[in-house]
């Protein structure tokens, strides 16, 4: 006799008639999944009304600020998620295009990091306050 098939998972809500207070999840904009919608929730981001309003470099600029590495494929996933596309859909000049914006994200982060107090520092490194 043949196993019975497995319950589909739930899908995120699609629609704000879906969500209970009308916001839909993160996950529900295309390319981001689990992982990234609580990359998110980690900063503050818990809804894809929330995120679509600030934008791409915005709430990418908070992750690298709350200490998540850099991560090329995840921040144009991101853009052309918002932009309802997949994320293997850039190519050519626009994927330049976006390797120079995420470049500039990550240098100003990586200068937040140099400025940081030998307090911050010293803090980080006894695990008292999570590191950045």
């Not at 739930?10 to 629609?15: F, I, L, S």
């Amino acid at each position: 006799m043949p196993a019975e098939p497995k319950p589909a998972r739930p899908r995120a809500a699609q629609t704000d008639a879906d969500a209970p207070d009308g916001a839909r999840p993160v996950s529900a904009i295309p390319n981001l999944g689990p992982a990234a919608e609580a990359d998110f929730a980690r900063i503050g981001i818990t809804s894809a009304e929330a995120l679509i309003a600030l934008g791409p470099d915005a709430a990418y600029a908070r992750l690298l600020a709350s200490g998540t590495r850099p991560h090329f494929i995840m921040y144009y996933a991101l853009v052309m998620g918002l932009q309802g596309r997949p994320w293997n859909d850039c190519r050519g000049a626009e994927k330049d295009a976006l390797r120079a914006r995420f470049d500039k994200l990550k240098s100003s982060s990586a200068q937040n990091d140099e400025s940081r107090s030998q307090l911050e520092a010293a803090l980080d490194m006894l695990g008292v306050r999570s590191a950045r």
